[in-house]
C-alpha cells in the first residue's frame, strides 16, 4: 500500500536519538510505499495546505491513505493568526479558515480550530477519495472527528495509550507549552481556561521528564512504541 504521511516532528523519519527506526522504514520494511510530508514545528492547517497544493492538486494522489500525526491546535494559532511562528506571506490566509474564532473562550476556539481543519480534511476527502488514518499525537483529537466520514480509522489520543492511563483526562489539548502561552498572550482569552491548560502541560512535561525509558530524546515516544502503533493502523485497514 501506498502512505502519505503528514504532521510534525512525532511523524518525522527520526525525530528521536541516533539509530532512530523511521516510521518510512517501519512501513517500507513491512512492504509498503511512503511519502512523508512531515516537519519538525509544523501544523495541521500548515500540513493540510503542503498536502492539498503541493501534492494533490499536482497530480499525486495515487495513495491508498494519508497518515496524519495530528498537531496540537494552538500551533495553528501562532502560525496562522498571530503569526508569531509563520511566514507572514498572506495575513488573512488564518482568518479565512478561521472565521469564527471567539479570541475569547480559550476551548471553544481549541475545538473549533481542530474541527475546521477536520471540515477541510472531508473536503479533500471528498475530491481525491484518500481516507485518512488519524492519531491524536502532539494533539488530542477532538470527539467531533467521529462525525466525518473522511476517517478510516484514529486514536484519540497516543499518550493515554503509552502511559496506560484509563482516561486522557489529565492530558492537556495541546503538547508544548510555548504555543499555549503565544496564543494567550492577546489577553483576551479566559483566564482561568488558560491556566487550567497551563497546568495540565506542566504535569505533562513532569511525566515526560520522570520517564525517559518512554521519551528518550525528552519529548517523543521512543522506537518501540511506533512500531506497535504501526502494527495497530495495519491491522484497522
Given at each position: 500500500?501506498?502512505?502519505?504521511?503528514?504532521?510534525?516532528?512525532?511523524?518525522?523519519?527520526?525525530?528521536?536519538?541516533?539509530?532512530?527506526?523511521?516510521?518510512?522504514?517501519?512501513?517500507?520494511?513491512?512492504?509498503h510505499?511512503?511519502?512523508?510530508?512531515?516537519?519538525?514545528?509544523?501544523?495541521?492547517?500548515?500540513?493540510?495546505?503542503?498536502?492539498?497544493?503541493?501534492?494533490?492538486?499536482?497530480?499525486?494522489?495515487?495513495?491508498?491513505?494519508?497518515?496524519?500525526?495530528?498537531?496540537?491546535?494552538?500551533?495553528?494559532?501562532?502560525?496562522?493568526?498571530s503569526?508569531?511562528?509563520?511566514?507572514?506571506?498572506?495575513?488573512?490566509?488564518?482568518?479565512?479558515?478561521?472565521?469564527?474564532?471567539?479570541?475569547?473562550?480559550?476551548?471553544?476556539?481549541?475545538?473549533?480550530?481542530?474541527?475546521?481543519?477536520?471540515?477541510?480534511?472531508?473536503?479533500?476527502?471528498?475530491?481525491?477519495?484518500?481516507?485518512?488514518?488519524?492519531?491524536?499525537?502532539?494533539?488530542?483529537?477532538?470527539?467531533?472527528?467521529?462525525?466525518?466520514?473522511?476517517?478510516?480509522?484514529?486514536?484519540?489520543?497516543?499518550?493515554?495509550?503509552?502511559?496506560?492511563?484509563?482516561?486522557?483526562?489529565?492530558?492537556?489539548?495541546?503538547?508544548?507549552?510555548?504555543?499555549?502561552?503565544?496564543?494567550?498572550?492577546?489577553?483576551?482569552?479566559?483566564?482561568?481556561?488558560?491556566?487550567?491548560?497551563?497546568?495540565?502541560?506542566?504535569?505533562?512535561e513532569?511525566?515526560?521528564?520522570?520517564?525517559?525509558?518512554?521519551?528518550?530524546?525528552?519529548?517523543?515516544?521512543?522506537?518501540?512504541?511506533?512500531?506497535?502503533?504501526?502494527?495497530?493502523?495495519?491491522?484497522?485497514?
Open positions: 500500500m501506498k502512505f502519505c504521511i503528514i504532521g510534525d516532528s512525532w511523524a518525522l523519519n527520526c525525530p528521536g536519538e541516533l539509530g532512530y527506526k523511521a516510521i518510512d522504514q517501519i512501513l517500507e520494511q513491512k512492504g510505499t511512503v511519502t512523508n510530508l512531515a516537519a519538525g514545528g509544523a501544523s495541521n492547517f500548515g500540513q493540510l495546505l503542503l498536502l492539498d497544493f503541493q501534492v494533490l492538486q499536482q497530480g499525486n494522489t495515487n495513495f491508498d491513505y494519508i497518515l496524519w500525526f495530528h498537531v496540537e491546535p494552538a500551533r495553528d494559532f501562532t502560525n496562522f493568526i503569526l508569531d511562528y509563520g511566514v507572514e506571506v498572506d495575513n488573512q490566509l488564518g482568518l479565512r479558515q478561521f472565521p469564527g474564532l471567539t479570541f475569547r473562550h480559550f476551548f471553544k476556539d481549541l475545538n473549533y480550530i481542530n474541527n475546521q481543519n477536520y471540515i477541510y480534511s472531508q473536503q479533500l476527502y471528498e475530491k481525491y477519495h484518500i481516507p485518512f488514518l488519524v492519531v491524536g499525537a502532539s494533539g488530542k483529537l477532538n470527539e467531533s472527528i467521529k462525525n466525518f466520514s473522511f476517517v478510516h480509522w484514529h486514536l484519540d489520543c497516543w499518550l493515554q495509550q503509552v502511559l496506560n492511563l484509563e482516561n486522557s483526562k489529565s492530558i492537556a489539548v495541546n503538547y508544548l507549552l510555548h504555543h499555549v502561552v503565544r496564543m494567550c498572550d492577546n489577553g483576551s482569552y479566559n483566564r482561568n481556561e488558560c491556566l487550567l491548560e497551563l497546568e495540565l502541560l506542566d504535569m505533562t513532569k511525566i515526560i521528564k520522570d520517564n525517559p525509558a518512554i521519551f528518550p530524546d525528552g519529548c517523543h515516544v521512543g522506537e518501540q512504541y511506533y512500531i506497535p502503533l504501526m502494527d495497530q493502523i495495519l491491522k484497522s485497514i
